[in-house]
């Protein structure tokens, strides 16, 4: 293991951080609901669906994500690879 964990170090679950989590998902919400009500141009009929693109955007994301997973596995290297002594 590269480092050791101090206990003492460990960040309590109702920090700073759970505040900027609190205002992320606000964000979300405020930029989903006028996307209910407000009527889009779009050149194509599937776009004009009640938040097409937050949905577009949560499906991207988990398509990034599953990609990502599927590039580490093809690039992943054993444990020992830079230790070995064949040259």
């Known amino acids: 293991m590269l480092f050791q964990r101090n206990p003492r170090q460990i960040r309590r679950p109702g920090g700073p951080r759970r505040y900027w989590a609190l205002a992320l ?3 979300c919400a405020l930029t989903l609901v006028p996307s209910l009500f407000i009527h889009p141009h779009a050149k194509f ?3 004009e669906i009640p938040a097409f693109h937050a949905m577009l955007a949560f499906v991207t994301g ?3 994500v599953l990609v ?8 992943m290297r054993p444990d020992d690879y830079y230790d070995s002594e064949e040259n």
């Open 68 to 75: 990502a997973q599927l590039v580490r596995w093809v690039l």
């Open 45 to 47: 009929s599937f776009a």
């Open 62 to 64: 988990c398509v990034l």
């Open 25 to 27: 998902y606000i964000g």
